[in-house]
């Protein structure tokens, strides 16, 4: 690549060769990714930062990563600044310095590193709103969130997701609020700049409160202002797409592929890759495949030819015939997804039937699993070149993303699903089951749709409107 997408920076030489050593050790299919570069020794915060800021000048299409030890500046708030542009993260590890790390604990740090990049986030009172990454408003408060490689923000949106929330902390929620999802099945409920409580949402049986702070019980929340967290992150949105799209032209030139692929599933990830790739290569040489198992929600049909219209493209439609299937089968398991593997064939045979060399752009994002955690952005699969895009990005990013690009968010999300697939889905946790379960029960499909558009709607453009 001619600009790399990953850029970690390191205080000296030693710390290069040691951080080196682990890429080659630990990451070898992000080597043409990513470039070390050093601060030259520099002791002083306040000049590291001015470098820094010129590295970022200098490669505003690429993710800087910067790692030092503990003891190689005994002030970094002059470097923790630079964690206000979108494309900057500061870790400073507890060892001393980086090139005392073993190379394994040393990997563990650059995740953590690459994780900060997702986690930034500031409440701004002054606005209500949230803005992604470290704000320079005087009122505004960072959102303290540990960079652990498989943390991950969103927000609720809807009063029906929030209902389920409320119901599980017995308290009432506003319509819009932060979510910090952990591992162990482990949620932090955050609304401005306060965690109100902590739930756990297990796979198997009913969510419950693990902790509910008292002052929710007497005071007021405040609520948040969608609209304006789109407004105010929008330039930080902007500077992810940049650097986004800039990784899908160069994989573009290098590949010269015939027809660029999107494989989009109606959820906001593969909705938020297919904008990209409208954006970045046109309508005429991007097709977004559907794979339509039979057993898909309603709802879900609904809003992917709903935005189909909205985006005006033609979407090719493969049948996965699951539905079928599942006459002469049990139903899938986590030990045994069947049905997984029918989606897989069903999508290589569409991207056989539309495309010789495609290109395939998918919405892979690091926090999903410790497997997409190492992989590169890049990649060949199943012989085909495939792109991700999203690597780096939060949920909150993406939901934002697409809401900036006056697309709705899929209103499964709107009524308490976190992921989307078809109602047999073994990944589906037991309340999420229950919403499915409801959801099939209802008659009038068109009007529920309608119903959760007016009200996404509603709060997005909530301030404007008023």
């Known amino acids: ?15 290069k060769d040691s951080i080196t050593h682990v890429l080659e050790n630990y990451y070898p299919s992000w080597r043409d990714l990513t470039q070390v570069v050093t601060l030259g020794g520099e002791r002083s915060a306040e000049k590291a930062a001015e470098k820094i800021r010129d590295l970022a000048r200098l490669y505003p299409t690429s993710y800087i990563a910067v790692l030092v030890g503990r003891e190689d500046y005994h002030e970094v708030a002059s470097l923790r600044e630079t964690e206000q542009l979108a494309n900057v993260s500061i870790h400073v590890l507890r060892t001393s310095k980086l090139r005392n790390m073993r190379p394994l604990e040393a990997a563990v ?34 959102i303290e969130i540990p960079p652990h490689p498989l943390y991950d923000v969103y927000f609720v949106v809807g009063k029906k997701h929030a209902d389920l929330y409320s119901r599980c902390i017995k308290a009432r929620l506003p319509p819009v609020f932060l979510v910090i999802k952990r591992v162990h099945d482990e ?33 007021s929340l405040e609520r948040m202002d969608l609209g304006s967290t789109v407004d105010v992150s929008a330039g930080k949105i902007k500077h992810h797409e940049r650097i986004a799209e800039n990784l899908l032209r160069q994989v573009y030139h290098a590949v010269d592929p015939d027809r660029v692929i999107v494989p989009w599933s109606g959820g906001k990830d593969s909705t938020a890759a297919l904008i990209l790739a409208l954006k970045v290569f046109g309508k005429d040489k991007v097709t977004p495949i559907f794979v339509d198992t039979g057993l898909d929600l309603p709802l879900n049909l609904h809003y992917v030819h709903y935005v189909s219209e909205i985006l005006r493209i033609s979407l090719e439609v493969e049948h996965a015939g699951i539905d079928r299937e599942l006459e002469r089968r049990e139903l899938p398991t986590h030990e045994n997804r069947w049905c997984t593997k029918l989606k897989i064939r069903a999508l290589y045979r569409a991207i056989r039937r539309v495309a010789k060399r495609p290109l395939v752009v998918v919405g892979d994002r690091d926090n999903e699993s410790l497997l997409r955690l190492k992989r590169a952005p890049i990649r060949t699969h199943e012989g085909y070149h495939q792109v991700a895009p999203l690597k780096f990005w939060s949920s909150a990013l993406v939901q934002l993303y697409v809401l900036m690009n006056k697309i709705p968010l899929n209103p499964l999300y709107q009524i308490g699903f976190y992921r989307l697939g078809c109602y047999i889905c073994p990944a589906y946790r037991v309340w999420e089951l229950d919403i499915a379960e409801s959801i099939l029960r209802e008659e009038n499909y068109d009007e529920l749709f309608r119903d959760l558009l007016r009200e996404q709607s509603y709060l997005i453009y909530q301030a404007s409107q008023s």
Do not use: Q
Request: glycine fraction near 2%; hydrophobic fraction near 35%; aromatic fraction near 10%.
């Open 1 to 15: 690549m001619s600009k790399p997408y990953l850029i970690i920076v390191v205080r000296a030489k030693k710390d």
């Open 187 to 219: 949620h932090d409920i955050v609304v401005g700049s306060r965690r109100v409580a902590e739930i756990v949402i297990p796979e198997n049986s009913e969510p419950y409160a693990r902790y509910v702070s008292p002052a929710i019980y007497r005071e």
């Open 109 to 142: 740090n650059l995740e953590k590193a690459k994780a900060r990049l997702r986690l930034k986030l500031s409440w701004i009172r002054s606005t209500k709103c949230y803005e992604l990454g470290y704000s320079a408003y005087r009122s505004s408060t960072r």
